[in-house]
């Protein structure tokens, strides 16, 4: 009875399977099988990448809009792989199960995570047209938008998420649309509308976003806060960023900016109260020098301004930890902020601008406005003008100076020079037996913090300076640093021979041939003015950059006030000079820039009477109607040639930036006349760099070097720290042999700098243009007054050695389509030779029948493609004969040339040719 039962629940079974699978169980089983068999490893696998991924650091840049939806991270790989295969095969074996739709989304995911976007955007496409799902069809649209941000597709996906939102059929949750409106506010970020993106930001937070999207939301949306300048606002929502328990990034920068509103809010009480118990926090230990440096920057807003130079030079030299590039470069341009601003001392703050350009390796990690690159440029030009100035004026007065008055101020030089170097001789005799610690100190440290300020070493620091003196004879007990010591010893010690005169006295001339140091001290008396001549240059030069810091001041550092005097004392001490018109020029435009129409008139009306034969009289005549003395065809070349340049500078903002930098050129070619021609090719070679610069693998290219060279630093910084941490070790001697041996081995390790050249950024045709021009300009121009900007920029995009092949050089045609022999490095050369031409063309028998055995024609030849003579030009003088205007006409009408090429192409050439005649010769032969 039992055995039939059982045969008949097995029967029953069998019979509700096969009716299963041909009836509404069928759906069932197939989901079920298609899940356990394939689907579930899917999401296993997938489940595991998603992990890799979020065990990655992604380490934000709180000096830049951060990422809600960060770029995938390389990292899952092999699941991510193994999630589509799998997926794959769900949707080949099991096309009905209900599982579909998932496993279409876990293909588009595990694709993004791949970075295979165009792959990933069409398996969301895929998913959104075909699935019935409402919810499956909102994930697809906030997955491709994630898609776009990393395209860089930005216009396209506002408007495809905007469209997105009104559609009913989608049935939006409130976290759905809260994901959308954070997509939309992202991609206006990467577009540049920050202030348009604030609305999407705030309405994304209020609907209650994924949590794991909440932190990075409200940092975001705080940083957009802070660049609207709504600081109070930035304060209150950095305050929540915590709330989520975020990553320890999050809050340390949210705590850090929450000090940095406060302070531009101008609560220095608040600001300082934060970074202060930020300083005391443990858990920022890694982080103290950039905390020390806010601590710095909030002292030196507070107007504290010497106790802020001390903190930031503790940051730069006293932290515990290597402080970051950029926070050494942020410190150092605070301390020139301080020079420029408060002490004006503005050749400190030079030095401060270049340590922070310097240390600015990644401009993506600093404040946008940072300026340090500009401002050490401007200041130091400033700094070199002005000693310039310095010595050129002491210069001039030393060459007004009557023979007998002369000497008498070298010999109070001399004498002053002679006591220094005796009573540094005195100080060493006095420290001889004074034991001196010539090894690294503790103060050392700060000693040298200084070196920037002082020089190369701090050999501008009087107290560093005589340190180094007590170091030295402390070590060579006194011996002079000089040639000859022993016998300079010697004589000294004996005492100074002095030869007496009748009446008891010394001269001082005897005294000094007997003094030993006086030997030692040289008064270089060869660059004092001697002649009118020399005078009238050196105050040509005195002129010039007197003007030139003028223009520093007004062009480079917004500061026309401190322009004026300089503009001004040029005009009116300098009036012979050929920079006086420029400068009562600039004056004119500084007052009209102020909007002074009355001065600005004035200045101008004394330029039109004074100098009216100027390119600037006649600028400035036309602008406020004043009538001229000089009619325009009595213009100079040098005029002319003014105010083309004019108008080339007029059409910056009109023409196209290529073609106007090839304007610019030809017109440096063009003048010989001004001195304009450096200042156009300068031009030109900024129109191609800025243009350059717009190209977005350029763009990309910069920030990957820039990122592989702050990454490097970075590295170097903590091998110096594991080095110095492994000395402290090896200090312990209960170390064992196996610890000694790894201890020694990390503090001998070294790495290795690589080789950047593969990343090197200006290689297109514009930045090969540019290299070309940059590189004429001081081979033409040695004293251009902007070379050291042109080696700056030259060093920069110079191509690396051994990695690029050099660009051959660029020849610019003369004009439309017109070459130079000169330039192409070719001569003309005559077809079938020179002795034949002179034969056949009868030009021996001319010459022969004048009685003329040897002779030279000089001629300015045009030569077509074809080889013929356009154009000649006679460049003798005519002979009394009209044997030179003969031989011309000859060689215009039967002289044919081998074509002249370019980049194997025949064009037309403008050449010199040289028509050799020696009838001896031909005899001869």
């Known amino acids: 009875m039992i055995k039939i039962i059982r045969n008949s629940i097995i029967l029953f079974t069998a019979v509700l399977f096969i009716a299963g699978c041909a009836g509404p169980l069928r759906g069932t089983w197939v989901n079920f099988n298609s899940y356990y068999n394939t689907f579930y490893n899917a999401k296993q696998s997938f489940d595991r990448g998603e992990r890799a991924i979020r065990a990655q650091t992604n380490q934000i840049n709180p000096e830049r809009p951060v990422r809600i939806h960060r770029t995938p991270l390389r990292a899952g790989r092999t699941d991510f792989e193994d999630a589509i295969e799998r997926s794959a095969d769900v949707l080949i074996r099991f096309p009905t199960s209900k599982h579909v739709d998932e496993a279409i989304a876990l293909i588009g995911k595990s ?43 930005f216009s396209e996906a506002i408007n495809y998420l905007e469209n997105q939102l009104t559609i009913d059929e989608l049935n939006w949750n409130n976290q759905g649309e809260a994901e959308v409106n954070l997509l939309i506010a992202q991609h206006l970020i990467q577009l540049g509308s920050i202030e348009e993106s604030e609305p999407y930001l705030d309405r994304g937070i209020a609907l209650n976003p994924p949590r794991e999207l909440r932190s990075r939301a409200n940092f975001l949306h705080a940083q957009v806060l802070m660049s609207m300048d709504r600081y109070d606002d930035a304060y209150r929502v950095f305050n929540r960023v915590q709330r989520t328990n975020p990553e320890y990034q999050y809050i340390y920068h949210a705590e850090r900016l929450k000090g940095v509103a406060s302070r531009e809010m101008g609560d220095y009480e608040r600001s300082m109260r934060i970074f202060q118990a930020m300083s005391r926090d443990d858990k920022n230990f890694e982080n103290f020098a950039e905390i020390n440096y806010e601590i710095a920057r909030t002292t030196h807003l507070m107007g504290r301004n010497r106790e802020a130079i001390q903190m930031y030079r503790n940051v730069i030299h006293g932290s515990r930890r290597p ?54 440029l401007s200041f130091g030009e400033f700094a070199r003008l002005k000693n310039e100035v310095s010595r050129l004026d002491s210069l001039l007065w030393l060459g007004s100076l009557s023979a007998a008055e002369l000497d008498s101020v070298v010999n109070v030089v001399r004498e002053r020079k002679i006591r220094e170097l005796r009573e540094s001789l005195r100080q060493a005799d006095a420290d001889a ?133 300089y503009f001004q004392r040029v005009a009116e001490t300098y009036r012979n000079t050929e ?122 290219g910069y920030n990957k070097r820039a990122k592989a ?81 042109v080696n700056a920029l030259l060093n920069e995009i110079r191509l690396p050695d051994g990695s690029i092949e050099e660009a051959p050089k660029e020849i610019v045609p003369i004009a439309d389509g017109v070459y130079s022999c000169e330039d192409l490095g070719t001569e003309p050369v005559l077809q079938g030779g020179l002795r034949s031409f002179l034969i056949v063309s009868g030009i021996n028998s001319i010459l022969y029948e004048n009685e003329i055995s040897k002779a030279t024609f000089r001629y300015k030849l045009t030569i077509g493609p074809e080889g013929r003579i356009r154009n000649i030009q006679m460049l003798d003088e005519p002979d009394e004969f009209g044997v030179n205007e003969v031989v011309m006409n000859i060689v215009r009408n039967q002289a044919t040339f081998e074509p002249i090429s370019y980049n194997e192409e025949r064009v037309v050439a403008v050449c010199e040719f040289n028509l050799v005649v020696d009838l001896e010769e031909v005899v001869e032969q």
């Open 709 to 789: 060279r702050s990454d490097f630093a970075r590295k170097k910084d903590e091998l110096a720290a594991l080095r110095d941490s492994a000395a402290v070790v090896l200090a312990d001697t209960a170390l064992t042999e196996q610890q000694i041996e790894y201890w020694t081995a990390l503090r001998d390790s070294t790495l290795s700098e690589p080789d950047f050249s593969d990343l090197f950024p200006y290689t297109n045709a514009k930045w090969d243009s540019a290299r070309v021009i940059l590189a004429e300009i001081p081979a033409r121009f040695p004293g251009f007054a902007k070379n050291n900007r």
């Open 579 to 700: 920079i006086a018109p420029q400068a009562l020029y600039s004056l004119s435009e500084l007052y009209s820039a102020e909007g002074d129409s009355f001065l600005a008139r004035r200045w101008a009306n004394v330029i039109v009477s004074s100098y009216p034969q100027t390119i600037f009289a006649e600028r400035l005549a036309g602008r406020y109607s004043i009538s001229s003395a000089v009619p325009l065809g009595l213009r100079t070349p040098e005029d002319q040639f003014r105010r083309e340049y004019r108008a080339l500078v007029e059409e910056l903002s009109q023409k196209d930036p290529i073609e106007l930098a090839e304007d610019f050129r030809l017109f440096a070619n063009r003048d010989s006349v001004t001195s304009l021609a450096p200042e156009a090719l300068f031009r030109a070679a900024n129109l191609y760099i800025n243009e350059a610069g717009k190209d977005p693998a350029f763009v990309s």
């Open 111 to 153: 694709y993004y995570y791949l970075a295979n976007y165009f792959a990933a955007e069409q398996k969301f496409n895929e998913l959104y047209d075909n699935s019935t799902s409402s919810e499956w069809r909102r994930e697809a649209v906030i997955w491709r938008g994630r898609v776009m941000l990393e395209l860089g597709r």
């Open 433 to 565: 037996g004074t034991i001196i610690n010539v090894g690294a100190g503790a103060d050392d440290r700060t000693d040298t913090q200084f070196s920037t300020e002082m020089g190369f070493l701090g050999h501008r620091n009087p107290a560093l300076v005589a340190q180094g003196i007590q170091e030295f004879q402390a070590i060579w007990q006194g011996r002079p640093l000089v040639d000859n010591w022993r016998r300079i010893e010697a004589v000294r010690r004996a005492g100074t021979v002095a030869e007496t005169t009748r009446n008891g006295t010394e001269t001082r001339q005897t005294r000094q041939q007997a003094d030993p140091l006086a030997q030692q001290v040289n008064i270089d008396l060869s660059v004092i003015p001697r002649t009118a001549q020399e005078k009238q240059r050196m105050q040509q030069q005195l002129a010039t950059a007197e003007y030139e810091i003028g223009n520093v001041y007004f062009l480079s550092l917004n500061m026309p006030d401190s322009a004026k005097p």
């Open 323 to 376: 402080p970051a590039r950029e926070t050494v470069a942020k410190s150092h341009y605070g301390i020139a902020d301080l020079y420029r601003n408060v002490f004006l001392d503005y050749n400190i703050a030079a030095a401060h601008y270049d340590s922070a350009s310097r240390n600015a390796s990644d401009l993506t990690r600093l404040p946008e406005q940072f300026d340090a690159r500009d401002l050490a």
